[in-house]
């Protein structure tokens, strides 16, 4: 566990104290917990595994899942950014929370896709 997921879990339970009490944050701060901890255990799996293969197909892969995690990042961001600045932006995306967890996990798998597409289509280097 890393520090900016721990703060992150306290921000979010503190913040849902005044929604719901106590109960409820400790289960919001432990579902962020237990959803860091699972991704961030896949990508060191994942990134591990790249290492390991440190070819032509590792570094094909890891450009193109960095520029898929780098786009869904600016996307959230900017999204992040609509609703804060937009009240309509921000009404129109009520209830439409899993619509957009759902193009993100999409995008990821296609980047993974695509990752994975690319580096059988790449030739391994050849060494002198």
Known sequence: MSFDTLSQSALFAATATQFGGVG??????????LGMLVTDGLNGWWIARLIARADQIAVVASRVMGAAVAGVSLLVAALGIARWTSPAFEAWTEGRELAFGTTVLAV?????????????????????
């Open 24 to 33: 409820r944050a400790l289960v919001l701060g432990g579902l962020f917990v």
């Open 108 to 128: 990821i798998a296609l980047g993974y896709g695509l990752a994975l597409w690319l580096a059988r289509r790449t030739r391994p280097l050849t060494h002198p």
